[in-house]
C-alpha cells in the first residue's frame, strides 16, 4: 500500500481488496473442509438485458486481466485481515500465496452479447476461483454498462463523431473506465486527461463558460482563446447572447474559425440559426458542436440537424438509463473430490424465486442465417454441433495462470463495430424491444462434465 | 506514476490528471492573455434535486480534500501533456509548481441541501481554481448520488441495520467510495474489503450458494461454515428449498444459530414462513437477513416483515434511479485585474436556454421556524441578516492551500442524521415530492464583493 501515506483516493495498488469479505470467509471454511482445492467452474453471465435494450456489449474484459495479474496479497492487506480477524491464519498464509493459476476463457472484448451468453468462464481450484467473483463483476458489470450505452448513441450519431465529456459525472477512476467503454462503443475522443494518459484515447478540449466570465468582455475571451490556440479551436458562444457571440467569433477568428459550441437551449433550433449566420458571414466551413444533456435520443432527434459532432456526458457515464449490467458470477460445475482427475459435476442454485440458473460448463456460438446475418445465439454443456465449430465466440484469455488475451483498445473498438454489423438491422432502433436474437439451449449429456 | 508498470485498473496516484483538457487550455490562453492570476470565486452548487427528491445529501468533501491536497503534476503527467502537444512550455512550467494555494468553503459534509445551495465555494486565482473542476465535481456528483440513496434506505430501514452490498455493481473503486457515502447516509457495514481497509467501516460477509454448490450436500456446506465461522454465523437458506434448508441449519447449528439469510423469491412471504419455522425449532433468537434486489421502497414494504437486516446492492450504488447529482462548479466572481486588492465582480452565464445562474460569492443560511424544524434554505449575496447570523452553513475546509476541514468518518454519519433529523417530517417519505423546503435568495448590493 504505497501510497496509502499520501491519502489518495486511489491507494490500493493490489486489486486484492476489490473483494466482499465472503470470499475470504467461504475459503476460510473450504479450506478447513478439505473442499477448496476441488476443480471449479464458474462462468459470468446475464439473466436479462437492461428493460428494452437490444443487445448487450462485452466491456471490461481488458481491464479484467489486468486485475487478476495483480490480485495479490501483500503484508499491508494480510495485516489488516489479520487485525480486522477476517480470516485465520491458515487462511492467510494461503492468501499470502495467491496467485491465479488457472484458465479464463470469455467472449472477446468488443463483442456483443445476450441473455446466458457465457460471458467469462473461470477454471481452477473453488479457492482460486471463488476470490475473483467481486472485482471481475464491478469491472464487466461497469465497464459493458457504459459501452452499451455508447454503442446505442454511436449508433445514432452515424458519421458524426462523439466526444466523451463525463468526467465529472461520476466517479473520478470510474470516469477513466467510462472513457475507455465508450471509445469501444464507437467515441472518437474524450475530455478526460487520464483516460488519455492511461488509454492512449484521443483528447479534447477548448473552453468553459468561466472563460469567458473571466474577461471584461466576451471579445477579449475569444480573443484570448485564438491567441493561444489559432484559429482552428472552438469557440463557446452561448455565455450571453449567441447570435452576438458568432458574430464576434467570426469577426475575431475570421472565416477560418474551427468550430463553435452550443451547449444550452434549443440545439435543434439554435443549430439551424447558427450555420445559417456562420455562413452569412461567409464561416462555411466552421463546424458545430452541440453539448447539452445529450442521450441517444437526442442524438437521433438532430440527425436533419446542421450538427458536426456530438460532445455527451452524463447520459453517457451513467449508461443512459441503466448505469449497471446484471451480470453474476455463478458456480456451474465443480469436482466431487480435490483429486486432480475427478470429473465435474454441474451445479446450479434450483430454489424457486427467479434466481435459477443453468449448470455445467458451457460453449456458445452465434448462429448465422442465409445471408451471414446473426440469428441466434446458441449456448451448449454438451458436444458442439458440427455446424457450429467455426462460430464459437469463447476465446482464450489467461492459461494456466498467464495472460493470452490482451490487445490493442482499437482492436476491440474495430470488432464491436463488425459485430453490431452483423446483427440484424432492428439491433439498431433505439426503441425498446426485445433480444435481438433469441438464446437457444442446447441440452448436452446430463451427468459428469471432462475435457474442454 | 510508480504504478503504471503494473498495468493497474489504477494508476494515477496524483490526482491531476482527473481533469477535463478545456481545464488546460483556458489556463494556457489566460496566462497568455494576463488574466490568469484574477482573484476568482467558483461555486458548485445544483440548479435542482433529481426528480422527485426531497433533499438531498453533501457527500464527498473529505475526499475532495485530499484530491485538492494530491494536485500535483510530476514528471509523467508533464512529459505526457507536452508529448500530446496538449499545452505549451510556459504552461508546463506553471504546472510543474501547482499548488493550491486558495480558500475553500462549504457545507460540512454530510449535512442536506437543496436547489441553488452553494455546496462549495473555491477561491483564489482563476489559474488554481480552473484546475480543480472536474475532480471536485466527480467525487461531489457520485458520492452525494449515493449518499442520498442511502439516507432515503436508511429512513426507509429505521432501526434495522443496513448493509452495503453493491461492489460488484459498480466500478471497483467507485463501489469505495460509494461504501463510504452509504455509510455516511446511514449504512452500518459493507462487503467491500477495500472500503474497510481504506475507510475503516466494519466489514461483513458469510457464504454464497457457491459455497453450499462446491459441497456434495447442503448439511456439508452448513456444517463446513459452522465449523469454520461458529454458530453465530449466518447461513444462506435459498440454494434449494428454503424449508428444508431452515431445518438443516438448526440441526447442524442448533438454536444458537445467529441468522439465515433469503436472497431470492418473494421476501415479505418467505420471511414470514422462515420466523415461524425457527420460532418452531426453537431459534427463537436466530435473526433474518434479506438480501434481494432492495430499494428504499422494498425496505419500506418489509416494515412489518419479520426482517432483522437488509442487504443493499445495486439500487445502493447506482443512486436508486439517481446515479449522479447534478452539481455544476461556477466562476460566480472575479475580479476585473490581477492586483492583489481588485474588488470582486460578479459573473454568471445568462444565455436563455434554463442554464442560468445567480453571480456573487454567497452565504448560506438554513431558517428554523418556532419549533426548531427547518423552514428554509436562504442564500444571499450581500450582508448576512441579524437573524441568520448563527446557522450560517458554510465551514473552513482549506484555508491559504491547507487542509484545515478534515475530521473522521463517524462524525460525519451524525452530522447527517441530525441534519435530516432537523427537516420538516415530510423530508422521510418515499414519493416523489418538491424540495421539503424552499430556496430562498437574498439580494445583496449589486456590483463589486469584498471581505468574507
Chains 1, 2 share one sequence.
Not at 489486468?66 to 491464519?89: K, P, S
Not at 475427478?342 to 448465422?368: C, D, E, F, I, Y
Request: proline share 5%; net charge negative; hydrophobic share 40%.
Amino acid at each position: 500500500m504505497g501510497t496509502a501515506d499520501l491519502k489518495l483516493p486511489v491507494d490500493v495498488p493490489s486489486t486484492a481488496l476489490f473483494t466482499d469479505q465472503y470470499e475470504l470467509t467461504m475459503l476460510q471454511a473450504a479450506l478447513k473442509a478439505g473442499t477448496a482445492d476441488r476443480r471449479s467452474v464458474f462462468e459470468v453471465f446475464t439473466r436479462r438485458l437492461p428493460h428494452g435494450r437490444r443487445y448487450g456489449v462485452v466491456a471490461g474484459t481488458g481491464r479484467v486481466l489486468d486485475a487478476v495479474e495483480n490480485f495479490r496479497f501483500d503484508e499491508d492487506v494480510l495485516g489488516f485481515l489479520r487485525e480486522r480477524g477476517i480470516v485465520d491464519e491458515p487462511t492467510l498464509e494461503r492468501l499470502a500465496d495467491y496467485r491465479f493459476t488457472g484458465d479464463i476463457w470469455g467472449y472477446p472484448e468488443g463483442e456483443v452479447y445476450f441473455p446466458g451468453s457465457p460471458i467469462l468462464r473461470v477454471e481452477g481450484t473453488f479457492a482460486e476461483c471463488v476470490l475473483l467473483e467481486t472485482v471481475i463483476l464491478s469491472i464487466l458489470n461497469h465497464d459493458s454498462a457504459i459501452a452499451a450505452a455508447a454503442s446505442r448513441m454511436s449508433a445514432a450519431a452515424g458519421d458524426r463523431p462523439l466526444i466523451e465529456m463525463g468526467a465529472r459525472r461520476t466517479h473520478e477512476l470510474a470516469a477513466v473506465a467510462a472513457s475507455r467503454a465508450a471509445y469501444i462503443g464507437g467515441f472518437s475522443s474524450t475530455s478526460d486527461l487520464a483516460a488519455g494518459f492511461r488509454y492512449g484515447i484521443p483528447t479534447v478540449g477548448t473552453s468553459a463558460h468561466a472563460f469567458t466570465l473571466l474577461h471584461d468582455h466576451e471579445r477579449d475571451a475569444f480573443q484570448a482563446q485564438i491567441d493561444s490556440m489559432g484559429r482552428g479551436t472552438t469557440l463557446l458562444v452561448d455565455t450571453y447572447d449567441v447570435a452576438e457571440a458568432v458574430r464576434t467569433a467570426v469577426e475575431v477568428a475570421g472565416p477560418e474559425l474551427g468550430a463553435v459550441r452550443i451547449d444550452s437551449g434549443d440545439l435543434l433550433l439554435v443549430a439551424h440559426r447558427v450555420r445559417h449566420q456562420l455562413d452569412e458571414l461567409g464561416a462555411t466551413g466552421t463546424r458545430i458542436l452541440v453539448t447539452s444533456d445529450l442521450d441517444e435520443y437526442a442524438i437521433a432527434s438532430l440527425a436533419a440537424a446542421p450538427v458536426d459532432a456530438y460532445g455527451v456526458g452524463t447520459q453517457l457515464v451513467t449508461g443512459s438509463g441503466h448505469p449497471t449490467a446484471s451480470m453474476v458470477y455463478k458456480l456451474v460445475a465443480r469436482a466431487g473430490s480435490a483429486d486432480a482427475g475427478a470429473p465435474l459435476v454441474p451445479v446450479a442454485k434450483r430454489s424457486t424465486g427467479g434466481k435459477t440458473s443453468v449448470g455445467g460448463r458451457k460453449w456458445a456460438a452465434r448462429r448465422l442465417d442465409a445471408d451471414g446475418v446473426a440469428e441466434a445465439e446458441v449456448i451448449g454443456t454438451g458436444p458442439v454441433p458440427a455446424e457450429l465449430t467455426d462460430r464459437q465466440l469463447l476465446v482464450p484469455l489467461v492459461n494456466g495462470g498467464e495472460v493470452v488475451g490482451r490487445e490493442p483498445l482499437d482492436a476491440v473498438r474495430d470488432r464491436h463495430a463488425a459485430a453490431r454489423a452483423n446483427l440484424p438491422l432492428s439491433a439498431m432502433q433505439l426503441s425498446r424491444g426485445e433480444p435481438v436474437i433469441p438464446t437457444e439451449y442446447v441440452t448436452g449429456r446430463p451427468g459428469s462434465q471432462t475435457g474442454a
